[in-house]
């Protein structure tokens, strides 16, 4: 018998990623869905110019932006200064530990700057911090 007369060439194996190429475009597509974006709120305040390096931004903060004309927003909602007061009670009663951000315009009298931050820190709040652009 001769066995070699009729012997077959063996193909190379292949992988086939179809069904691999397909879970890729599934996975893609759900986290580009479940994905959350962080968008900055929409009140325009001209930051005052500064040298130093950018602070790293925490997960227990609060954010009051007050305009060139004086508003004061927390978080994207104006308020008054009472109740500005009552929020920072509110909060305070959870943590005093949280991280106050104060986005004041460039423009803006210190003296209204001042009587946000007194507000925090009569409410309890110790860390404050006000924002700033680096100069270019």
């Not at 009472?82 to 315009?105: G, H, M, P």
């Not at 925090?120 to 709040?125: E, I």
Request: hydrophobic share 45%; charged share 25%; no cysteine.
């Amino acid at each position: 018998m001769n066995f070699s007369a009729h012997r077959r060439e063996r193909e190379d194996p292949t992988i086939n990623i179809t069904s691999l190429i397909d879970v890729v475009f599934l996975l893609l597509i759900f986290f580009m869905v479940s994905t959350t974006f962080v968008v900055a709120p929409g009140i325009k305040v001209n930051l005052p110019k500064t040298e130093s390096k950018e602070m790293a931004r925490e997960k227990q903060e609060m954010t009051i932006a007050i305009t060139k004309d004086g508003r004061v927003f927390l978080e994207g909602h104006q308020l008054s200064l009472d109740a500005l007061r009552r929020r920072f009670a509110e909060r305070a009663a959870k943590s005093v530990e949280d991280l106050i951000i104060i986005q004041a315009d460039e423009s803006v009298p210190h003296g209204k700057v001042v009587a946000v931050m007194d507000l925090a820190k009569s409410t309890g709040f110790n860390r404050l911090a006000i924002a700033t652009e680096a100069a270019e």
